[in-house]
């Protein structure tokens, strides 16, 4: 299977990329990986900044909103499947939540996760968005995604959950901060060791309201090992990965198999 990873640069500079243009510019990238992907994936709120909180209710859009439609087309163009990041959504009852998109190559929503674990402690994403409740996976047509963003990635029960619901592939949309990259790659390996499943993990590069942003998007194989890394800036991380593995790494070490203890998760699809 093939995965292209779009690190796109969100940067401060509102006046130099409008949201419209900057969904103009991410559509162009993702029909670009036509014939080259089956898989693309974005970061999270590239439309905004993960930091740049006084845009979320700004830029807030219903769910088929306007970069709904975009990616829809997108996908559709290039033929791939298409995780489009996530997006600042507003609730027709007015809550806003932390919402990611998957699109299948047909342009049809395949699947929408809202965020369950908000950043912030008590400011920015934790105060401004509401939590979501449920748990989400995809079937591909190699293998079963599990859908997360960004601090999701420090609850690993939350992946136990998913690899319960089927998942063999992890994919994390992030706009993950500079100062915490070494934390970034180690949960992405963590992550992958501990459920024996693939993660593709994409980050945002430049800089959300004065906060700079790691890059370094990465593919992780079911044993720990780095297939492919991205450097700091905008780039394409493109790998080729055998979905087949899984199954063969949790056979031969069983450790799933083995565990005693259950966590409770939040019920869904």
Known sequence: M???????????????ESV???????????????????????????????FAYELFSEEAEPLEGPTF???AKAARDAGV?????????????G??????????????LAAAYRKIHRFGFD???????AAGEELVTVRLPETVAGVTTCYDLRFPELYRGLVDR?????????????RRRSHWTLLAQARAVENQAYVLACGSAGTHAGVAQAGH????????????????GEEVLRVEFDPAKVGVTREQFPALKDRRLGLAAPTGR
């Open 2 to 16: 093939r995965a292209s990873l779009i690190q796109i640069a969100v940067n401060d500079d509102k006046v130099a």
């Open 20 to 50: 419209n243009a900057r969904r103009e510019r991410v559509s162009s990238l993702v029909r670009e990986e036509a014939g080259r992907a089956d898989l693309v994936v974005l970061p999270e709120l590239w439309t905004t900044g993960a």
């Open 69 to 71: 439609e975009a990616m």
């Open 81 to 93: 499947w298409l995780h489009a990041g996530s997006i600042p959504e507003r609730d027709p009852e």
């Open 95 to 108: 809550p806003l939540y932390n919402t990611s998109l998957v699109f299948s190559p047909d342009g049809e």
């Open 123 to 129: 400011k920015g994403e934790a105060v401004l968005m």
């Open 166 to 178: 089927g998942a063999q592939t992890l994919i994390v949309s992030a706009g993950w901060p500079e």
């Open 217 to 232: 998007s990465v593919v992780v194989d079911p044993w720990g090992v780095v297939l492919a890394e991205a450097g700091a």
